[in-house]
């Protein structure tokens, strides 16, 4: 059985709430959960203290029998000193589309181009065959 530490939703429409979980990977996202850790309101400003409260001492102890934390409870984890999270880097997202495209359809323009006028500066002129 493999365990993750994740969130599960709570609240209203439009107001959302989260406990804190450790559940069974095949769980659905809202159902059945071992145990409890805490909570997280996202509605809170960040400085509030309110806003995330967990027993990270239960958290370490589900992460040391092998549970697996989510994205966002790695954010937590991290922001704690508990876990390292992994930074990571997607230049591509900060791009728009538009641009994305134009930039790729300029390379393969000049990559063409390249491929084109290589092998006739670079080619010696073939022999005629006897």
Known sequence: MSLVIRMARAGTKKR???HIVVADSRAPRDGRFIERLGY???LLPKDKTER???DLEKAKAWIAKGAQPSDRIMRFLDAAGVMKRKARNNPER???RKERKAKEEAAKAAAGAAAGAAPAAGAAPAAPAS
Request: hydrophobic share 50%.
């Open 52 to 54: 995330l409260t967990w």
């Open 16 to 18: 959302p709430f989260y």
């Open 40 to 42: 997280f309101n996202p």
């Open 94 to 96: 900060a791009i728009p």
